[in-house]
């Protein structure tokens, strides 16, 4: 029952201030409020290293990221969709968008390097706030489904294999 972190990696914080005072009414509730009070945690960082570091910690504490948004070009000339390569090989389990405006990004370019995957949506900047309500509640009920199946499918293979043992 941990609140639901989001981590915002792009060279401007001002979307994760966007996401903070959508969600928990003010830009800075995520850095100055009780957690207790927040609807959803929201980190963000301007670098890959950044991501990395906050992602291990996160995951080292048991509170994985639930999502994550990734604006393509990051600080230090890198490219978010390596470090979402980066960041499923931390968390496979972690939900990607690719929040951009870079209009060289092709569907071509993201499959060559990250894949084809359900755990990836591409959003163009700018958006609605709409848009941006239902994709982050999406996203978030979908981690949380993904979860649950893979709790559910744990505990039916130890029945199974207790069964097995007991014959």
């Known amino acids: 029952d ?3 972190s989001i981590l915002v990696v792009d060279l401007d914080s001002r979307f994760r201030e966007q996401l903070d005072e959508m969600f928990n009414g003010s830009k800075v509730a995520s850095l100055t409020d009780s957690v207790e009070s ?3 945690v929201i980190h963000g960082c301007a670098s890959s290293a950044g991501a990395i570091g ?3 910690q996160a995951i080292a504490k048991n509170l994985p990221y639930k999502m994550v948004f990734v604006e ?3 600080q230090g000339g890198d490219c978010g969709l390596s470090l979402i390569q980066q960041l499923w090989l931390l968390d496979p389990d972690l939900q990607v968008v690719i929040y951009t405006q870079d209009d060289t990004l092709t569907w071509e370019r993201i499959m060559e390097t990250v894949g084809q995957s359900d755990q990836l949506l591409i959003l163009q900047k700018p958006c609605s706030q709409l848009e941006l309500r239902q994709i982050v509640h999406a996203t978030i009920r979908k981690w949380q489904l993904v979860k649950q199946s893979q709790n559910i499918m744990q505990f039916l293979e130890q029945q199974v294999n207790e069964r097995t043992a007991k014959i």
């Open 2 to 4: 941990d609140k639901s």
């Open 38 to 40: 927040l609807n959803y």
């Open 54 to 56: 906050l992602c291990g």
């Open 72 to 74: 393509n070009q990051l």
